[in-house]
């Protein structure tokens, strides 16, 4: 190989590799629960369906308030 194969092969080994160590770091990172998004958990899955509750409520009365 000479240099005009080599420095092209080099730029994709090191992309390739940089985006490996960059899928295993942002996995290993999303492991630990602290990390996560607060409503991926359970309880904010519970807070969640409470506020569509009272969403659902609410646009019930608006519209039983529109019909008066």
């Given at each position: 190989?000479?240099?005009?194969?080599?420095?092209p092969?080099l730029?994709i080994?090191t992309?390739?590799?940089?985006?490996?160590?960059a899928?295993?770091?942002?996995?290993r990172?999303?492991?630990k629960p602290?990390?996560?998004h607060?409503?991926?958990?359970?309880r904010g899955k519970?807070?969640?369906?409470?506020r569509?509750?009272e969403?659902t409520e609410a646009?019930?009365?608006?519209?039983?308030s529109?019909?008066?």
């Open positions: 190989m000479n240099t005009n194969e080599l420095l092969s730029a080994f992309l390739i590799a940089v985006l490996i160590i899928v295993v770091i942002f996995a990172f999303m492991r602290g990390n996560r607060p409503m991926d958990t359970p519970a807070i969640q369906e409470v569509d509750e969403v646009r019930a009365n608006d519209e039983a529109a019909r008066r």
